[in-house]
């Protein structure tokens, strides 16, 4: 409905309104969770404190056609020192019946923080990375990905 | 369950300071405790709940693996190299079992 009506202006109208739309759909569903198992289980790890939404590299397919191995990938920037380091890495996804999926533990000697595997899911869903460093502090991303077959079985 | 045999795949030649990548495959059917079988009985959950990787009796590396893990868990992950010694890989089964294999690696 909205696209065909934005062919009627300029391209350049039409993909700052797209930007606009887009911007006021996605921010609310994380700033305002509704009943959402993975962002309860993020609030329950960091114990209320929220985490910061940073520029971690996570990679899943947009479209997964089989639900039952879908590979995901990530990789954060980190110094990776005794000092410095990523120690944990969660995997949520919130649409599973359980939200949880891995929890990666790494240690300096790794040299970098990326790891990659494969999951289920068993629709289309956001799926969530939570990392916590030495420090205790909190980072997060998120993918959304379309399932054609769920793959969690029942 | 002597069907269930890890297989590891990490660079036999390598360098100090060298990020290599090492990859880890093991069979198992991951049952999530939600999937039946033919009959409509479901099948009990049994999974490999934990990973875990050890360079020269040192732990660099471990993960907590849940329902939502795939058949035949893939586990990619890195490691800097530092000097020549042996890799330990461990599984572990819901049922209690272990499955383990070691690799090699030499700085050349």
Not at chain 1, 37 to 51: H, M, S, W
Not at chain 1, 119 to 136: C, D, G, H
Not at chain 2, 15 to 39: A, F
Request: charged share 25%.
């Amino acid at each position: 409905m909205k696209l065909r009506k934005l062919k009627k202006i300029s391209r350049r109208n039409a993909l700052q309104l797209i930007a606009v739309f887009t911007g006021t759909a996605v921010f609310p569903s994380i700033s305002f969770a509704q009943s959402n198992k993975a962002l309860d289980r993020i609030n329950e790890i960091t114990n209320g404190l929220g985490a910061t939404e940073s520029d971690i590299w996570l990679d899943l397919p947009e479209i997964a056609e089989n639900g039952n191995q879908v590979k995901v990938s990530f990789e954060m920037d980190s110094p990776m020192t005794e000092t410095d380091h990523i120690k944990t890495v969660y995997i949520l996804a919130d649409g599973n019946p359980s939200p949880n999926v891995a929890k990666f533990s790494f240690t300096p000697e790794m040299g970098s923080c990326s790891a990659t595997t494969r999951m289920r899911l068993s629709k289309t869903q956001n799926v969530y990375l939570l990392a916590a460093n030495n420090n205790e502090q909190f980072f997060m991303t998120y993918a959304k990905v379309k399932v054609t077959i769920g793959g969690c079985g029942g | 369950m002597s069907s269930i045999k890890p297989r590891v795949k990490v660079p036999k030649e390598v360098s100090i300071d060298e990020i290599v990548e090492i990859k880890t495959l093991i069979r198992h059917p991951m049952h999530s405790g939600r999937m039946k079988d033919p009959e409509g009985q479901t099948i009990p959950r049994q999974i490999i709940n934990s990973f875990s990787a050890k360079f020269n009796g040192k732990e660099i590396f471990q993960m907590d693996l849940e329902p939502s893990i795939s058949t035949n868990p893939y586990i990619v992950f890195q490691y800097k190299v530092k000097e020549s010694g042996k890799f330990d890989f461990e599984w572990l089964d819901d049922n209690g079992e272990k499955y383990s294999i070691s690799k090699e690696m030499i700085v050349s």
